[in-house]
């Protein structure tokens, strides 16, 4: 065997493979001896079909996957053999097999592991804030925990005002400027909170709480609202930037009655005391604002590799996860229900930033593979269930009934969503141990720091 390698880019390789012989006569008996062990001819127990009857239905077959083994195992002993790093997949082009003991060659592309010089690592310092758990971060969770129990109450003061912090029963009467009802967009006595800019499912009005303030039962207020340029209307009668009337009536005014957060509340939550509540509340608290603060350093700090450090990037795999971007996006638009020409013009629009996209994502996997083989990081079966029991909280905490297990069948099940879940977890752990590895200079948290973190 001989072959020359040429470089047609700056990673990018082509393998050029020529052989005097190719003996195949070893590899095909081996695959027709794998197919006789499965094979069923009428007349033969499984297994002990003669070979000579298995080669006659099935040489053709196991020369063709002989030739394939083949030219595989050429392809990767020679990377072997050079020391070259592949990334992505290799193209196979110009297999000439004339038959087993003829001459024969191929050619195959493909792209290496750019040099990435990450330099000292240490000398790099980042500000990571301390963790602080503040009287009103406990009084959140509090809150959050009477809400769950709380009920709505129907307010029975006539005169009373309507404000943010209620609910409205409300009638919609929406009008075309012609004066024409939409039945379809008007709807009787339904409950809005106020607080809330979604008037309905499918109309949302910036900023609605000032807009109802202030109503008492039996005022009515006209809003004047344009639909949006992705509506869509049943009835067809609405069209994308047309302008409505909306009639508001407010029939009721509701508030929210929370439990009073007393001894007794907490244990019935399962808590010993408050005390003891407010002890856990702050350690789980600080746990979640740690991560979420690490997380936060953790991008900075890829942020910054990414701008200081260059190097070469092959157009293929920049140019595979473009069309993956836009598959994605497009996806997501047609789950939005926008119509295909919507769809397009939006690509077009953001064309030169889903190429930025594609590039940033090549280049930050580039560098975290780099990462990875230089502090030689690998991924455990405990790294794996701890990312889907965090799947699983987050989904839970979503009122979805997601568990844990049903996360691991998932992706036990579907090779390619779980090829996708190992480089998360393996991204994720990499920057995880570069909070060990760069200079970090210990801070006081700022407001903006704890509003940040306040919903970790």
Not at 155 to 164: I, P
Request: aromatic share 8%.
């Amino acid at each position: 065997m001989s072959y020359t390698i040429e470089e047609v880019g700056k990673c990018s390789r082509k393998i050029i493979f020529n052989f005097e012989k190719i003996d195949l006569d070893s590899i095909i008996i081996n695959k027709l001896k794998e197919k006789q062990k499965k094979v069923d001819f009428k007349g033969f127990r499984r297994g002990k079909v003669p070979l000579d009857i298995v080669k006659k239905f099935y040489g053709p077959e196991a020369e063709n996957e002989a030739i394939n083994q083949f030219i595989s195992e050429s392809f990767w002993n020679t990377l072997d053999k050079e020391k070259m790093e592949i990334i992505g997949q290799p193209v196979f082009d110009k297999i000439k097999y004339e038959g087993n003991g003829a001459a024969g060659g191929f050619e195959v592309m493909f792209d290496i592991m750019p040099t990435v010089d990450v330099g000292d690592l240490r000398a790099l310092t980042f500000k990571r804030p301390k963790v602080q758990i503040s009287e009103k971060d406990i009084e959140t969770v509090k809150k959050q925990y009477t809400d769950y129990r709380s009920s709505l109450k129907l307010l029975e003061e006539s005169t009373a005002a309507l404000t943010k912090e209620h609910y409205a029963t409300i009638t919609l009467t929406a009008s075309n400027k012609q004066g024409e009802t939409i039945e379809s967009l008007s709807k009787e006595k339904f409950l809005v909170k106020v607080g809330n800019d979604y008037l309905t499912a499918s109309i949302s009005v910036t900023d609605l709480a000032s807009k109802l303030e202030g109503m008492v039962v039996g005022d009515k207020r006209e809003i004047h609202w344009t639909a949006p340029a992705d509506f869509k209307e049943d009835s067809g009668k609405v069209a994308a930037g047309e302008e409505l009337n909306l009639t508001l009536e407010l029939n009721e005014i509701k508030y929210l009655q929370r439990p009073d957060f007393t001894e007794e509340f907490v244990k019935e939550m399962g808590h010993e005391s408050l005390a003891a509540f407010e002890k856990d509340v702050t350690e789980k608290l600080s746990e979640y604002k740690q991560k979420a603060i690490d997380e936060n350093v953790q991008h900075q700090i890829l942020e910054q590799l990414l701008a200081t450090i260059h190097f070469d990037t092959p157009p293929s795999m920049i140019a595979v996860q473009e069309e993956q971007i836009k598959t994605d996006t497009k996806n997501k638009l047609k789950q939005q229900g926008m119509d295909e020409a919507a769809i397009e013009e939006h690509m077009q629009k953001n064309e030169e930033h889903l190429k930025k996209d594609a590039e940033t994502s090549v280049r930050a996997f580039i560098l975290l593979e780099h990462l990875s083989r230089k502090f030689q990081i690998q991924i455990t079966n405990e790294d794996i269930k701890e990312r889907y029991q965090m799947m699983a909280i987050q989904m839970q905490s979503q009122g979805m009934n997601i568990t844990e297990e049903t996360i691991a069948n998932h992706y036990a099940k579907n090779k390619s969503d779980r090829r996708i879940i190992l480089q998360e977890v393996h991204s994720l752990k990499v920057l995880r141990h570069l909070l060990t590895v760069v200079t970090l200079e210990e801070v006081a948290a700022t407001e903006e720091t704890s509003a940040a973190t306040a919903d970790a």
